[in-house]
């Protein structure tokens, strides 16, 4: 990938700052916080299926004053070392910043993105319990989570040319990240994996997010399951990345996630559920 | 080195009759290394007294160290009195601040403004210098001494302070509540969970064991414990707990509950003694006016 200028890398950095988080979670964070007594663990999962919150989050926990002994890589983690009252605030600050619109003028459909990254979260996280139990599974489950996250930034605040985008690679049947590349410049994964990489995440999670486009045959245990539990995601009717294209399984994931087939029918299901109940949360 | 205690109780300062023998004044630690040099552990009322001791050595330095933000570990702060006589030397140390994005400064610009205070942070005539400190990052005073924040837990971010001087060394919590899982054993986060617990708690005894002396948040006992989880603060239990895991040979159960009369805290240090014999941990209450030299 070439280099890109400061200037594209000033207007991907400066747009993501001032993004808002979801309609429905800021609703949740909102009405639990009410509540003195809340329970830690209903934020978390609030907080967790929520790639702006969850991103905006760890961009603070992983600030240069908090140069922890393991970086903070998942949202459990952060309650256990910053404690729950600090990461509550922080999501209601982030609540308070406002909501991200359902409609964006590159037509992009937010719902299908979050149902398709929780999907693929959900997978990764039962994938890095079978291939790699030494990695925390709720850093597969982040880094799922925010694969995509570059698209909401581009919909967001470049809709224009993420509309373009997005219409190229429906009528040519390209993959996104290809005709994101020839309009915007780059691609999400760059876009995504530069803000993660700004805000200091772990280097898992940045390149994750980097890599899950290319072919690599090496990598790390969380990029492969990223990019096969997006590769299951795209055969299993379920939300919808805005790319038409399901392309082949890189050698990474190939190799070090053997045989996809192991993932049962009754796991989709139950991921996909999961993934629904967010959707649903807030909305009565 | 020397250790002077100058406050003692947890939340609100509580003067009277019922607190006369272990003190009312909010926390505040007076720590004379070797060579000399003043370190201050939180700038609770206890700072007050504390400051005028030292109006006979001036022109003083005096290294303080904030545990956490909260008022009664701040608020006597402004009335260090050597902050206003020219020649003295305030080193302010603390944590940044996740929520409000700001660091150690933000500690004495909340608390000199105007409608609360007369005198503004300008008007001061000592020099103030601020250090925000990295957990687990060192800072040294003078040739001899190393001061080391060590993350614990608390509603806000909360450090305790280790100090280690020509091999002697004494580790204060601050505030402190041993984190706990927010899962029950049945659901699924649970084992992930006790992992990172684990796994956090083995990071703070690494850094504080071998330690001589732990002066911890011990406010609560088990029975009241119960219904003020998730406030932020330790139990007798729990401070024994890691005095013994650390290895210490003295430990002082400080932040006293406010309501706690002198009488009522002996109670439960007695109660404390039968349950848990000392058994080569020496127990101590902190009591104002009280320290030790070691």
């Known amino acids: 990938m070439s280099a890109h200028s400061e200037d594209l890398i000033g207007k991907f950095g400066a747009a993501a700052e001032k993004m808002p988080a979801f309609p429905k979670s800021v609703q949740k964070v909102l009405e639990l916080s009410r509540n003195i007594d809340c329970q830690a663990k209903d934020i978390v999962s609030?907080?967790?299926?929520?790639?702006?919150?969850?991103?905006?989050?760890?961009?603070?926990?992983?600030?240069?004053?908090?140069?922890?002994?393991?970086?903070?890589?998942?949202?459990?983690?952060?309650?256990?070392?910053?404690?729950?009252?600090?990461v509550k605030n922080l999501a209601l600050g982030i609540a308070a910043i406002g909501v991200l619109p359902r409609h964006n003028r590159a037509d992009f459909d937010i719902d299908q993105y979050l149902r398709h990254s929780l999907f693929v979260a959900g997978i990764a996280k039962l994938?890095?319990?079978?291939?790699?139990?030494?990695?925390?599974?709720?850093?597969?489950?982040?880094?799922?989570?925010?694969h995509d996250f570059g698209k909401v930034v581009f919909a967001q605040f470049m809709p224009e040319e993420f509309?373009?985008?997005?219409?190229?690679?429906?009528?040519?049947?390209?993959?996104?990240?290809?005709?994101?590349?020839?309009?915007?410049?780059?691609?999400?994964?760059l876009m995504g994996s530069m803000l993660a990489e700004k805000w200091q995440f772990p280097v898992p999670l940045v390149e994750a997010i980097r890599h899950h486009h290319e072919d690599a045959d090496q990598g790390s245990d969380v990029l492969a399951c990223v990019m096969a539990a997006n590769r299951i995601s795209k055969t299993a009717d379920f939300g919808f990345s805005g790319s038409p294209c399901v392309e082949e399984l890189p050698a990474l994931a190939a190799n070090r996630c053997g045989n996809l087939e192991d993932i049962t029918a009754?796991?989709?299901?139950?991921i996909k559920e999961e993934a629904e109940m967010f959707s649903r949360i807030g909305s009565s | 080195m020397k250790i002077k205690f100058w406050g003692v109780r947890g939340s609100i300062p509580v003067p009277g009759p019922k607190t006369v023998k272990y003190g009312?004044?909010?926390?505040?630690?007076?720590?004379?290394?070797?060579?000399?040099?003043?370190?201050?552990?939180?700038?609770?009322?206890?700072?007050?007294?504390?400051?005028?001791?030292?109006?006979?050595?001036m022109p003083v330095t005096a290294n303080v160290f904030l545990s956490h933000s909260h008022w009664d570990h701040i608020h006597g702060l402004p009335f260090f009195v050597p902050l206003f006589v020219p020649g003295n030397r305030l080193r302010l140390h603390g944590a940044y601040d996740l929520v409000s994005g700001r660091g150690v400064e933000q500690v004495m610009d909340v608390q000199l403004q105007y409608s609360f205070f007369p005198i503004r942070e300008a008007e001061l005539k000592a020099s103030i210098e601020y250090f925000t400190l990295t957990p687990g990052v060192p800072v040294e005073?003078?040739?001899?001494?190393?001061?080391?924040?060590?993350?614990?837990?608390?509603?806000v971010v909360n450090f305790g302070y280790r100090i280690d001087c020509n091999g002697k060394s004494v580790f204060f919590t601050g505030d402190h509540e041993p984190p706990y899982n927010i899962y029950?054993?049945?659901?699924?986060?649970?084992?992930?969970?006790?992992?990172?617990?684990?796994?956090?708690?083995?990071?703070?005894?690494?850094?504080?064991?071998?330690?001589?002396?732990?002066?911890a948040d011990s406010s609560?006992?088990?029975?009241?414990?119960?219904?003020?989880?998730?406030?932020?603060?330790?139990?007798?239990?729990?401070?024994?707990?890691?005095?013994?895991?650390?290895?210490?040979?003295?430990?002082?159960?400080?932040?006293?509950?406010?309501?706690?009369?002198?009488?009522?805290?002996?109670?439960?240090?007695?109660?404390?003694?039968?349950?848990?014999?000392?058994?080569?941990?020496?127990?101590?209450?902190?009591?104002?006016?009280?320290?030790?030299?070691?």
């Open chain 2, 24 to 57: 009312g004044n909010t926390t505040c630690i007076e720590i004379r290394t070797d060579s000399g040099e003043l370190v201050i552990l939180d700038g609770g009322t206890g700072i007050f007294q504390l400051a005028q001791s030292l109006l006979g050595e």
């Open chain 2, 184 to 215: 029950s054993p049945e659901e699924a986060g649970y084992e992930e969970y006790r992992q990172i617990l684990q796994e956090r708690e083995a990071g703070i005894l690494d850094a504080i064991r071998g330690v001589d002396v732990i002066i």
């Open chain 1, 127 to 146: 994938l890095c319990g079978r291939i790699s139990p030494k990695t925390d599974s709720t850093e597969c489950f982040i880094a799922g989570l925010l």
């Open chain 1, 266 to 270: 009754e796991d989709l299901a139950r």
């Open chain 2, 141 to 155: 005073i003078g040739d001899a001494t190393t001061v080391t924040p060590i993350l614990l837990n608390h509603p």
């Open chain 1, 163 to 189: 509309k373009l985008a997005l219409d190229r690679a429906k009528n040519e049947n390209i993959p996104l990240h290809l005709a994101e590349r020839e309009i915007l410049g780059a691609d999400h994964c």
């Open chain 2, 220 to 294: 609560y006992s088990d029975e009241e414990y119960a219904k003020k989880k998730g406030w932020g603060h330790g139990t007798f239990d729990t401070s024994i707990r890691l005095a013994r895991d650390a290895g210490a040979k003295i430990l002082y159960f400080t932040h006293h509950e406010p309501t706690r009369s002198d009488g009522d805290l002996e109670r439960i240090f007695a109660e404390v003694l039968k349950k848990h014999p000392p058994e080569g941990l020496e127990y101590r209450l902190a009591r104002e006016g009280d320290g030790m030299d070691f």
């Open chain 1, 46 to 86: 609030v907080i967790e299926k929520d790639p702006v919150m969850a991103a905006k989050i760890l961009k603070v926990l992983n600030c240069p004053y908090y140069s922890l002994p393991s970086k903070i890589t998942s949202i459990d983690r952060s309650i256990v070392y910053l404690g729950f009252n600090t």
